[in-house]
């Protein structure tokens, strides 16, 4: 990816506040006010950039139930949202919190 945009941002910042706590693609859709067209490509960009992190759980509160995807922000994603949350972080600055794995890029 060649920006953070605007619907990434609030995603991490999402799950920044819901830390520790992991949340389904819904529960981000509906906090973060973006629709679940545009929500999946973007968790999965960010997921595979290493921002955020991703497991099939079922969900607490029905263990009978289908299991979810549940998203959580990794070390660098935590990082990132704190600069983001604390205005350090501006232009293409958020890079610096990308894995240093080759292959890995937000798209």
């Known amino acids: 990816m060649e920006r953070l945009t605007k619907n990434k941002r609030r995603m991490i910042e999402v799950l920044y506040r819901a830390a520790p706590e992991a949340l389904y693609g819904l529960e981000i859709s509906r ?3 973006i629709p679940s067209g545009s929500l999946y490509p973007a968790l999965r960009s960010l997921r595979k950039a290493g921002i955020i992190h991703a497991e099939w759980r079922t969900p607490d509160d029905d263990p009978d139930g289908q299991p979810l995807r ?3 922000l ?3 994603g935590f990082a990132l949202a704190k600069g983001l949350n604390e205005g350090k972080v ?3 600055a958020w890079r610096q919190f990308l894995p240093a794995a080759p292959g890995w890029e937000l798209r």
């Open 31 to 33: 906090l973060a006010n």
């Open 70 to 72: 549940f998203y959580e």
């Open 74 to 76: 990794t070390p660098n």
């Open 90 to 92: 501006e232009g293409s």
